[in-house]
């Protein structure tokens, strides 16, 4: 599993100088999986499908992409690529992945069982870029780490399904922002969905301990070594009707209101869930957000 992630984004930088194939590589590798369209829109919103698709086939050709295509009805067509073996041993060298542990799939067969959820998690990741390129804030295809993990002790540990850096620009002040995503298809029940939250409060209070030697003065939780503030956490639903999703909105919440971690969490760190159609019609920084320590929906950075 990915190790904690560093904050490194003065090294996380590929230049639009690059060619755009050695970007369609990097950001396979990055994101693991990811359709023609969804990589048109990452790396070349202002070309043409045409551009991207020519990179792509070229890239087939010398062996180092493959696709598979997607499960869901009506859209056999559609293709979402991978890296192959080849491929994913180019892009370890590259600056813009350096520190990363290599994770690819690299076979149709492994494609596929991961394809419908990577693919909402980039789905998840395309809706704040394109915010951010409309409002001129900076979030690209680099600050988006999928599968971060967390130690929490006794081989425990939480993974996110991404972690996102985003910087709101308003003139010359800069925000830096971080988030911990979770994307929820509906494929599990709601409860063990409401569980994540109690996995995040652990982390936000967990202080690993030396072993074999007295008990030191607190350092602090271990988040600290990554995070000057704890990231926010996100919860992006989809996959289901708009009453079911809200009624696993309602269950988060409840979690929020009846865990004494879970609460504790709540009043030091932002916690809110959007539909993920919401994102993409209406944009990350609309009041499309609910909040899960209560209140009116509001823009994901008023949480």
Known sequence: MNRPAHDTRS????SHSEPLRHQALA????HRIATSGQLHQMLCPLSTRQVMSRVLSKLRTHGFIDWTKLPEPGRSRTKAWYLTPHGAGLTRDLPVLRGRPA???????????KTPHTLAVVRSHLAFAADARRLGHEHGPWDWTPEVSHAMGDAE?????ALMYYTAVDGEERRKLRAFIEV?????????LAVKLIEYARLFRYEAQPVG??????AGPTWLRWYPVFPRVL???TGASRNRLENRI???QAMVAQHPLVAGLAREVPLGAAVLEDLEEQGPSQAVWIPLAGGKPRPWTDL
Do not use: H, N
């Open 11 to 14: 090294t996380r930088v590929l």
């Open 27 to 30: 950001a396979l590798a990055q």
């Open 103 to 113: 994770y690819p799939i690299t076979s149709e067969t492994a494609a596929s069982l």
């Open 157 to 161: 540990r939480i993974v996110a399904d």
């Open 184 to 192: 929820d298809r509906t494929t599990m029940s709601s409860e063990r």
């Open 213 to 218: 030697r007295r008990r030191p003065a607190s």
């Open 235 to 237: 919860f992006v639903l």
């Open 250 to 252: 309602s269950d988060l």
